[in-house]
């Protein structure tokens, strides 16, 4: 009986020696990936935003949305690209300067010209 006992306990070794090592070699790949990674994320610029704080702005999230007049307060840090207004906290998917060309979108829903947003 005692002979069995002694063979379960080393066998068990033996599994907890092989987890171990596998979990090494997992550990390892990951690493790898991760570092993987942060080489694309060193290699990508983002577009600089073209807004500074305190500008005038129009925003809204999609096309049917109206546009609402706001300060820009920041880009989203999030990971996305959305835009911040001055004491706020919602994260806009579109937002275009307010000037003279723009101000007769205000409450609209129309595509500036150009349509880029």
């Not at 500074?52 to 706001?70: A, H, I, P, S, T």
């Not at 060309?101 to 880029?116: M, Q």
Request: charged share 30%.
């Amino acid at each position: 009986m005692e002979e069995k006992i002694k063979v379960n306990s080393e066998s068990l070794q033996d599994v907890l020696d092989r987890m171990r090592d596998e979990m090494e070699r997992f550990n390892s790949v990951i690493d790898t990936l991760v570092d993987e990674a942060c080489k694309i994320n060193e290699n990508t610029t983002e577009p600089e935003c073209p807004f500074k704080e305190g500008d005038r702005v129009l925003v809204r999230d999609f096309n049917f949305n109206l546009w609402v007049y706001g300060v820009f307060g920041r880009q989203s840090d999030d990971g996305t690209s959305g835009f911040v207004l001055r004491g706020g906290f919602h994260v806009w998917k579109q937002c275009i300067p307010y000037n003279e060309d723009t101000w007769k979108l205000l409450g609209t829903a129309i595509e500036p010209k150009g349509g880029k947003t």
